[in-house]
Structures are given as C-alpha cells and as structure tokens.
C-alpha cells in the first residue's frame, strides 16, 4: 500500500505571494490533517479534515486554510505569506478522525518565504 | 503550544547501548503515540500506547505509559547508528474537539556512534 505522498517536496516563494500544498492520504483512509514544523515553535497543528469537512483547527491566521476532496486528497493554502512562515508541511493520514489509530506521515514540504 | 516535555534534548550513545527517552504531558489523554523523524524528513510511526495500557513491545522498542504521572517512556535496546534521529512523543487530549490534533513534545535527538 503506498504512503502519504506530498507534493511539491520543495519550494521557493517570496513574501505576498500565496501557496498552494497537496496531499494525498493513504488508500482508504479519511482523516488528513496538517501540522507545521519549525525550529522554534516544534510541530504545531494545523488543521484536520475527515469526509471534505473540517473538524477542527490549530491556533493560525486565517491566512492559512485547506479543503479536502471527495477522494480524501487534501491541499493547504498559504496566502500573503510572511518569512515566518518558511516551514517543514507535514501532512498525515489515518483511518478516523478519533485518533483511535496511527497517524501515517507524508515526507512533507520544504517552504522558504524569500 | 506544546503539552510533551521530553528529557533529555539529545542522547550520545555507541552501537550496542540502550537508549532511553522520557515524555511528560499535562492534559489527560486517549493514545500516546512516539515517532521518529530522520534529518528534517516526514515522521515515521513508531508504536501507539493507549491510556489503558502500561506497556507496549514493538521489536526493539519498548514503550511505558503511566497514566498517573502524565509521563511516558520510549527504550531502544542494542542501539544502532541507523536509530539516529530524532524521537517525538505525541498525544491527544481527552476533549471532544481533540479531533486529527497530536500535540508533539520538542524532541529527543538521540545520535548513535558506530
């Protein structure tokens, strides 16, 4: 069974421009949910998704935000990025949302804000 | 915020010695759940321990959970320098609003010499 695939694994942008990063779970699960690593804050959560809804959120700007499609596949959006937001996107996976079970972690992707 | 506190930071070690790593946390929790993270990449899943349990093998790995002290162990035995990395415990509280959201202690880094 394949992994948690993330894509783009790296990227450059520079201060106000927006991202997009996607994610796609692993086969038959339905819960992703994202978190954000820095050297300074740790991994810190951001949001998670279960049936194309959101079920909860981390304590982010609005600038921040995600959707999750029919077929589980997620993507984040970061608009007006700042330099503080160069990061490691770690999406994860799992079967509920209950946390019941592991979370399956993607490889993640690399941001720099330039 | 982080609710894990992990001791120590960092771990030296040579091949063949055991290591372990503490976790404390301050909510009460369902699951605690340990990963490893390589240089920078996506975390790898480790072993889950539930809060009803004390105890947890997992080849090398043996994870202890005491419900009572908020704290949790992670012991690798007979070390190798491929278990060089870095260890993350990870919890969900016990809150209804806890869904997808694993709150990460700040790591252990533990680096094993050949």
């Known amino acids: 069974k394949a992994g948690v695939t993330q894509t783009p694994r790296y990227l450059i942008k520079t201060r106000g421009q927006q991202v997009t990063l996607s994610c796609s779970p692993i086969?038959?699960?339905?819960?992703v949910s994202w978190y954000q690593q820095t050297p300074g804050q740790g991994l810190q959560f951001l949001f998670e998704?279960?049936?194309?809804?959101?079920?909860n959120k981390g304590n982010f700007p609005g600038r921040f935000s995600g959707r999750q499609f029919s077929n589980s596949r997620s993507e984040m959006n970061v608009s007006t990025l700042e330099l503080g937001d160069s990061a490691l996107y770690l999406c994860?996976?799992?079967?509920?949302?209950?946390?019941?079970?592991?979370?399956?972690f993607g490889p993640g992707t690399r941001l720099t804000v330039t | 915020s982080q609710q894990g506190e992990e001791d120590p930071q960092a771990l030296s070690i040579q091949e063949g010695e055991n290591a372990t790593m503490n976790c404390s946390y301050k909510?009460?929790?369902?699951?605690l759940q340990w990963y490893r993270q390589n240089s920078g990449r996506g975390l790898v899943h480790l072993i889950l321990i539930r809060s009803n349990e004390r105890e947890k093998h997992s080849g090398r790995l043996r994870v202890t959970l005491d419900t009572s002290k908020k704290s949790s162990s992670l012991l690798i035995t007979a070390s190798r320098a491929a278990d060089t990395a870095s260890y993350f415990c990870?919890?969900?509280?016990?809150?209804?609003?806890?869904?997808?959201?694993?709150?990460f202690g700040q790591g252990t880094i533990l680096t094993v010499h050949p």
């Open positions: 086969s038959g699960h339905r819960s």
């Open positions: 994860a996976s799992s079967l509920t949302a209950d946390l019941a079970y592991e979370q399956y």
């Open positions: 998704y279960f049936s194309e809804t959101q079920r």
């Open positions: 909510t009460s929790i369902n699951n």
């Open positions: 990870a919890t969900d509280a016990r809150s209804g609003t806890s869904y997808g959201k694993l709150t």
